[in-house]
């Protein structure tokens, strides 16, 4: 054995790297011009464009500079009447009873016209929403042509995928989904649904409907059957009104906690099913025998990615004592690097926060999060002086009775807190209401193994984060919802087996 | 249990040593997920013209073969003091890295231009002689007026686990280098995976490696950025441990411009501005050179290029 | 052994109203918390009534406390159970089953005395074994059935396999003594739930007993605990607690279905309602009905490419 010196080596010392370089990337703007996007839209019911029988519209803005990039329909109780018949009339006329091969081609087809549009929906999903153009090109967009392309393949091979049942569509499927990623969420909804049997009417979030009225589009050109998916755009109310709509067999939701706890209470009394996706405060976790940069990096990913509005975002950092300090510094250094900024530009690695309402709220559990006592550290970067931005943050010295430990931020900060032992993190992480993601990160096969099984979560990354595929079903324990979206499992929210 | 290396407080010899089975982990998938991000960096316009010059200025100009002669490194020393008259205002690359026996051709025809010299030593490329040969290698090469060394490790040595043998030698190399910088080649594509790159730069720094490089040209693969990266992300913990500056030179493979922009990326985003410069940064290459040339005619023209009016040397 | 006699303790045990030459030992029949007979902490009781009009016996009315206890033995015990090894649940149901064999004429005379004719109870009481024989079969199979290895695009292993929810409340189905309450319990314990569950209120009596088949089952305490009571009062407190992860009804009760599924949005409890099954049949018994209770848990790994870099296999 070697000999044990006495003298520990010396901890980390304050050396700070600096990247404010002077060679620096000049602008690379992604072109607007790509994206056509009407001054006004009205809504999408039985294949044609509808204007609100309210006569009412609402803006859409660009959050990066806070300018209406369109109006667009108010739907009221009426118009989820008629969408909701236009769909009850093509599931009984059309869809249900096309034969399921021919029900597939439609759905190919509209995966690949996502392909082919895929630049001007990257685009406007990040005019809409203020998400980076790398994210929506490489990320959103690709992601939401292939949940279809998936989904195309499942619905005429449904027999085989649930052993000695038979399955039939459950008929109209109300579908609420999103702000953060619009377009995603939308072909997370409709391609199961579809694929089953079953017909839709969908709205999108009210602060992102343009890359959903914009699939609408797509639809029509696909020449999928009138009344098959419908899209209302509008706010509270109009899911609402989805919710309680008597002649609706379903209800796929994705959002907060507390909407959805309001959805399960609504349609208690009736024979809706439901899936819920909602809120999440994911653990990642940090061994000392982690692959230490490869973790940072992927805690990095797990809690800036669409600058942190995601439901299963690695909002609670657990760092094993004896790397916590160069865990953090290495956090810290890299902060610096995350480019914030215009949406549209290729090299923006954090874009608008969605809304001034969101901002606040973020900005509101800043000041939590400093009153309990939390060190904060922010990246030094300057923010652009229109629109919504907020810069990457980390708390150290959290508590675990810290609110900002426990609630879900859904913005770009990080509550980091340390542990020493296996139990000790395993008893922490699980600690919450919600059960959506978590993330373990050791060089340890067998530690990985007994951690992601004892994780109360639905989906368990280990020694990686914030990974997606159509392949993979996706959904929560506990309070973060139930049912699966993606995969074999994502069926069979959208099916009854006998 | 024999004691390996060297501890990672300090480069001295005289240090206790502690066992390099220490160096972090690396996940290929990650690594290489995160060395692709920096490709999507879009360096555009001045940026793109500004990075150029730099890529320029961080080329070692090599040739390293058995055909070399005088009168081809005088060739190649006459291009890296003019890489392209026709674009007045260039930078110089770095240095001109040849075998040992070429160094005095170079030192003459370079003068007092301010590239220098490198020269390849320790039985390059496999490194497969004894210790007293490396180290006449090493110091023939110095008193030709080498200004930096670039040695080899050993690698079977390094994969028979004699972390010590691998250490001591590059130490001792460094101590026959004098004043001339020790620029300590892996030969990542022989090591095998990216734990190893990562242990082998560990080692080669504890032992006193002025920089650290990916490979000799002659092995493939050669530099590819995640190894880069791991070298790099090797470079920031020695550095924040220590407090020593480390360079890093990626060799082999890297002809295009776009590919040398993208590594500039990566060291502008890993270490910062203090390692954006031919003295910590550099790019071990042949034919890079004119394809920055072209991109910069480019650049300043608007007009697409052809390697025929651009002088292979 | 004594079993024409299941009567309460104010009826002469041997009904001929004559001095028995000797005095029968009555049962006592407790609720079962944590693998132990307590009483009721309400020292409530109630007296079901067969229709001959016979008072069957001196019945626990359980009270939200008592829910509550069993609640924090279920939870106590989840942690153990649901790591047992799938072949251990599975060799425990299949004791149970054994255990229930043994002592069929018990529960076969409880049936008659709670309205079943001799064809009948035999026939009851035989499913009941054979269902727990059913789910000893599966404990260690429907992983399998249900789980998949999904095809991701990226480097990853990524698999999806069901895992169960925690603690389930269940409402039995009130119609029968034995077979409904086993055939609802053994697919939740069957997948490494634990349970709290209320028996059917106006028979209870084979709840009761079984209890005591699974006490001498192997069968960790706290894995099932046994209510007798009254539905209606225990419901809310089933639908409210925070620490309870599903709740299983059976029954056509609506308002009581709408009941659980209102106010179990409290902690987005999972509900399943059973209205329809007749668990005589074929349809009682089904590995969907464990999924039930099984969340599903994806789980990714990258998985490293090495020989992609060049290499093959």
């Known amino acids: 054995m070697a000999v044990q010196k006495k003298k520990q080596p010396r901890r980390s010392n304050t050396i700070k790297l600096k990247f404010d370089t002077s060679w620096t990337y000049a602008p690379a703007p992604e072109s607007r011009s790509v994206a056509q996007i009407a001054p006004e839209y009205d809504l999408f019911i039985n294949g044609t464009w509808q204007k609100p029988s309210s006569g009412e519209y609402f803006d859409t803005i660009n959050p990066a500079d806070e300018k209406v990039l369109s109006r667009v329909a108010a739907a009221n109780e009426k118009d989820v009447d008629k969408a909701v018949s236009a769909a009850r009339q093509a599931y009984d006329k059309v869809w249900r009873r096309m034969p399921a091969k021919e029900r597939a081609k439609y759905i190919f087809r509209i995966a690949r016209m996502i392909q082919e549009k895929a630049r001007e929906l990257a685009v406007i999903e990040s005019l809409d929403g203020g998400k980076p153009i790398r994210e929506s090109r490489d990320f959103d967009v690709p992601a939401a042509a292939n949940h279809f392309f998936y989904y195309a393949g499942w619905a005429d091979k449904l027999e085989y995928a649930f052993p000695n049942r038979q399955c039939s569509p459950l008929g109209v499927a109300g579908q609420i989904i999103p702000w953060n990623f619009p377009l995603l969420m939308a072909a997370w909804k409709i391609a199961p649904a579809l694929a089953t049997g079953n017909t839709v009417v969908l709205k999108p979030a009210e602060t992102t409907p343009l890359t959903a009225l914009k699939l609408a589009a797509i639809l029509q050109e696909a020449d999928l059957p009138p009344g098959v998916v419908n899209i209302l755009t509008g706010a509270g109310a109009t899911g609402a009104a989805i919710v309680n709509h008597p002649d609706i067999n379903k209800i796929a939701f994705t959002g907060s906690t507390e909407v959805g706890k309001l959805i399960q209470r609504a349609i208690a009394g009736t024979p809706k099913k439901a899936t819920l996706e909602l809120g999440g405060k994911a653990a990642n976790i940090i061994f000392e025998d982690a692959p230490i940069d490869q973790a940072v990096e992927g805690v990095i990913n797990g809690i800036f990615f669409n600058q942190g509005h995601v439901c299963c975002a690695g909002s609670r950092l657990y760092v094993q004592e004896s790397v916590a300090a160069e865990v953090i510094r290495k956090l810290k250094h890299r902060i610096e690097t995350l480019i914030v900024g215009d949406p549209l530009d290729k090299n923006t690695d954090i874009g608008a926060i969605n809304s001034r309402q969101q901002l606040d709220t973020i900005h509101r559990y800043l000041a939590i999060g400093k009153k309990e006592g939390a060190e904060m550290y922010e990246s030094s970067c300057a923010l652009p002086r229109k629109g919504f931005f907020c810069r990457p943050t980390i708390f150290t010295n959290v508590a675990q009775s810290n609110r900002i430990a426990q609630e879900e931020i859904f913005g770009p900060v990080l509550a980091i807190l340390t542990f020493r032992t296996d139990d000790e993190v395993i008893e922490k992480a699980n600690n919450t209401p919600y059960g959506l993601s978590a993330g373990v990160w050791t060089d340890k096969g067998s530690k990985i193994f007994n951690m992601t099984k004892r994780l109360r979560a639905g989906v368990v990354w280990a020694n990686t984060f914030n990974k997606f595929d159509p392949t993979s079903p996706f959904g929560g324990y506990k309070e973060s919802g139930y049912g699966r979206e993606g995969g074999l499992h994502g069926l069979l929210p959208y099916l009854s087996l006998r | 249990m024999p004691a390996t290396g060297s501890s990672r407080s300090s480069s001295s010899k005289t240090e206790p040593r502690l066992s390099f089975s220490l160096s972090p982990h690396i996940d290929q998938v990650g690594v290489e997920e995160r060395a692709s991000r920096f490709t999507t960096r879009s360096i555009k316009k001045e940026a793109k013209q500004n990075g150029l010059r730099l890529v320029l200025n961080m080329i070692d100009l090599t040739t390293l073969e058995g055909k070399d002669s005088e009168g081809k490194v005088k060739q190649l020393c006459y291009k890296a003091m003019h890489p392209h008259d026709a674009l007045p205002g260039l930078p110089t690359v770095a240095a001109v890295c040849v075998y040992p026996s070429l160094v005095r051709t170079a030192r003459q025809a370079l003068g007092n231009s301010g590239i220098k010299v490198a020269s390849v030593a320790t039985a390059f490329p496999s490194g497969q002689a004894p210790r007293d040969i490396k180290l006449r290698d090493t110091r023939y090469a110095v008193n030709e007026g080498a200004d930096e060394i670039d040695m080899v490790i050993s690698r079977g040595k390094f994969h028979a686990g004699e972390y010590n043998f691998v250490f001591d030698e590059i130490a001792a190399i460094k101590e026959a280098c004098g004043e001339a910088r020790l620029k300590v080649i892996l030969e990542t594509g022989e090591l095998g995976t990216y734990d190893k790159v990562r242990r082998a730069s560990d080692i080669a720094m504890h032992a006193g490696a002025d920089f650290i490089k990916t490979s000799t040209g002659k092995i493939q693969p050669a530099a590819t950025m995640p190894v880069t990266l791991v070298m790099l992300e090797a470079i920031r913990d020695y550095y924040f441990k220590t407090g020593r500056m480390v360079g890093m030179k990626p060799a082999g493979g890297i002809s295009k411009s776009k590919l040398a922009l993208h590594y500039l990326v990566m060291v502008k985003e890993v270490l910062g501005e203090a390692w954006l410069s031919n003295e910590w940064f550099r790019f071990g290459a042949s034919s890079l050179a004119n394809d920055v040339l072209m991109q910069l005619v480019k650049e300043q023209t608007g007009i697409y290029q052809s390697s025929n009016y651009f002088s292979v040397d | ?313």
Request: charged content about 20%; overall charge negative.
């Open chain 3, 1 to 313: 052994m004594a079993t024409s006699s299941k009567n309460i303790t104010t009826a002469p045990s041997n009904g001929t109203g004559t001095t028995p030459a000797r005095l029968e030992v009555l049962k006592t029949y407790k609720i079962y918390i944590g693998g132990q007979f307590p009483r009721t902490e309400s020292g409530r009781y109630y007296i079901p009534v067969n229709a001959a009009g016979r008072q069957l016996a001196n019945v626990c009315l359980s009270s939200r406390k008592d829910f509550r206890e069993a609640v924090v033995a279920a939870r106590a015990a989840f942690g153990g159970w649901s790591s047992r090894a799938a072949f251990n649940r599975g060799q425990i149901l299949y004791r149970m089953a054994e255990m229930l064999e043994g002592r069929k004429t018990q529960f076969i005379e409880e049936l008659l005395l709670q309205d079943s004719n001799r064809r009948a109870a035999e026939k009851e009481v035989n499913l009941a074994i054979d269902r727990l024989i059913y789910y000893a079969g599966w404990t260690d199979k429907y992983q399998q059935l249900f789980s998949a290895v999904n095809p991701v695009a990226s480097s990853h292993f990524n698999f999806s396999a069901p895992e169960p929810m925690g603690v389930v409340a269940i409402i039995a189905p009130q119609d029968t003594s034995l077979l409904g309450l086993v055939s609802v319990m053994a697919p939740v314990i069957a997948g490494g739930n634990t349970c709290v569950l209320l028996g059917a209120e106006k028979k209870p009596l084979c709840a009761v007993t079984f209890a005591e088949v699974l006490n001498s089952s192997d069968l960790p305490g706290g894995v099932v605990n046994i209510l007798t009571g009254q539905p209606d009062e225990l419901a809310p407190w089933m639908a409210d607690h925070m620490d309870v992860n599903a709740v299983i009804y059976c029954g056509q009760d609506t308002a009581l279905q709408q009941l659980l599924r209102e106010r179990s949005a409290g902690n987005l409890k999972r509900i399943t309602i059973h209205d329809v099954t007749d668990w005589e049949e074929n349809e009682g018994q089904s590995p969907y009905f464990i999924m039930d209770t099984q969340e599903i848990k994806t789980t990714w790994h990258p998985v490293e490419n090495i020989a992609g870099a060049g290499g093959g296999y």
